[in-house]
């Protein structure tokens, strides 16, 4: 498995499934993030390009399913250097951790809650397959706050992933991201007789924009000196080269890179600790796709020998994929998501080995139910202990 950096020179534009026709005002806007299925298609049709010459094998059948075997992990955020090095990952925000305000005016600051499960007589709930509810950690009264991270940077996922968290005060900025901004472009028709505007026919594209700069006097002036340049991470036994193509809707130009980087491992002390306690979180670094709509079922026997339960969730509204099957010339059916940055708490039971294998399978790997979601990337986890905060509901 190699890593690549992908540099987008333009902004992205991956369709969210509007109708775009050809009608006077007609506007595509991109989705707030790319899917993983987007990513795996785009490794699998320069892969078979690269290995036949430029021309991608469509009749082929045996080329084709060689290159439907081939496992793609990502996309990920990450933040690149002048030098076009990795600088930082930024991962979906927890949906365990409750961001919220501290005071209508405070813009910078907010209050991180976390959210746990709790074994309580004095409530009953339609939850289903005795999942527990999840409370926060101290009442919270107040509501989430409007610029709360949509993206955390690795440093702060991974302290939240190995250290138990009381509430505290943060500053929203050293969280992470609040998300990319769009770049809108108009575009017009152009008459290849007379080289002039047809009538009409003007149209718009919201793209994703990977470059961010600051801007000082609130958002008047752009300060170019502090640029971030951002790209798309992605790990594949697939055969690539580095090189421009496109990706995404309306042709945009990316940059192929084989990136010197490699995913961080999994800290000795969240192997320590769930051989200990015998229970964990599992935070979904992409999104998932499970046969029961939100809840996995696959990784929970994916190691024999080893028992795991999900005992409670923390899941945000589902997202929905389709899209065109070439092969057979009709759409895909639709599909619900579990979103990135969905959180399970397990039960586990096993040996130490077997328990390690579980972490060890489950660490920057997909764990969605079916095989081939799982070679597209859907589902990619991390592995994280269940903190011990706060008293038991009585």
Known sequence: MKTWLIEPRDPLVFRDGKPFTAIPGA?????????????????RTRSGKIQHNWHFPA?????????????????LLCAVGPDEVVQDLFLPAPQDALVLQRDPSDTVHGDLVPLVPRESDAVQTNLPDGLRLLYPTQPAKAKPHKNAPDFWSWAQLLDWLQTPREAEKVELASLGLRG????????????PRTSTAQEGALFQTGGLEFVMAKRDDGYRHVCLSQTRQFGLLLTTDAELKSGPDFLGGERRVVQWREAQFDLPGCPDAVRSVINQT??????????????????PTWVCQAVPGVKVRIVAAAVSRYQSISGWDYKKGEPKPSRRLAPAGSVYFFEIEGDEKGIDDFIEGAWWKPISDAEQDRRDGFGVALVGVWPEVGEEVQ
Not at 28 to 40: D, E, K, M, R
Not at 59 to 75: H, R, S, T, Y
């Open 27 to 43: 506007r595509a806007v991109s989705i707030p993030f790319p899917l993983p299925s987007t990513l795996a298609g785009a490794v």
């Open 59 to 75: 009749g082929d059948e045996q080329a084709i399913a060689d290159l439907l075997n081939k496992q793609v992990i990502g996309p």
């Open 278 to 295: 015998k229970r964990g979180r599992l935070i979904l670094a992409t999104p998932g796709i499970f046969e029961k709509g939100y809840l």
């Open 180 to 191: 990319l901004e769009y770049a809108y472009r108009t575009h017009v028709s152009i008459n």
